[in-house]
C-alpha cells in the first residue's frame, strides 16, 4: 500500500477553480491507477476520475466531464485534479484513491473497475472542497 495525503482544497465562488493534489509516499509502479472521489453531505461517495499512471490515460465522471481534469507527476508522485467552472454541487469532500492493479486495465473495462471504489486499495483522509453560490 501506499500513503496518500490530499492538499489544495478550500472555499470557492461558483464559477472559480481550485487545483487539488495528492502526493503519494513509496513507489506507484506502472500497474497504478490512481483515482479521485468525492462525498457530499448525507450522500454516497461517487467517482470523479482516474489516471492509470504508466501511459496517463483518464477517464471522468459525467457530472466533471469537461470542467475537470486529472494528471499525475512521476518525478513527484503526486496526482493533481484541477477543477474549472466549479458549481455549488461539487462541494464535497475530496478523496484521492491508490489502486495497486488498476493499470492493468484497459478500455471499457478500466472505466468500469476503476470508477468502482472496490478497486482501490489504499485512500487519503481528504480536503474539503466549498463552492459557493
Known amino acids: 500500500q501506499v500513503q496518500l495525503v490530499e492538499s489544495g482544497g478550500g472555499l470557492v465562488q461558483a464559477g472559480g477553480s481550485l487545483r487539488l493534489s495528492c502526493a503519494a509516499s513509496?513507489?506507484?509502479?506502472?500497474?497504478?491507477?490512481m483515482g479521485w472521489f468525492r462525498q457530499a453531505p448525507g450522500k454516497e461517495r461517487e467517482f470523479v476520475a482516474a489516471?492509470?499512471?504508466?501511459?496517463?490515460?483518464?477517464i471522468y465522471a459525467d457530472s466533471v466531464k469537461g470542467r475537470s481534469t486529472i494528471s499525475r507527476d512521476k518525478a513527484k508522485n503526486t496526482v493533481y485534479l484541477q477543477m474549472n467552472s466549479l458549481k455549488a454541487e461539487d462541494t464535497a469532500l475530496y478523496y484521492c484513491?491508490?489502486?495497486?492493479?488498476?493499470?492493468?486495465?484497459?478500455?471499457?473495462?478500466?472505466?468500469?473497475?476503476?470508477?468502482?471504489?472496490?478497486?482501490?486499495?489504499?485512500w487519503g483522509q481528504g480536503t474539503q472542497v466549498t463552492v459557493s453560490s
Open positions: 484513491a491508490a489502486s495497486a492493479s488498476g493499470g492493468r486495465y484497459y478500455s471499457g473495462d478500466f472505466y468500469y473497475r476503476m470508477s468502482s471504489q472496490e478497486e482501490y486499495d489504499s
Open positions: 513509496g513507489r506507484t509502479f506502472s500497474s497504478y491507477a
Open positions: 489516471i492509470r499512471w504508466s501511459v496517463g490515460s483518464t
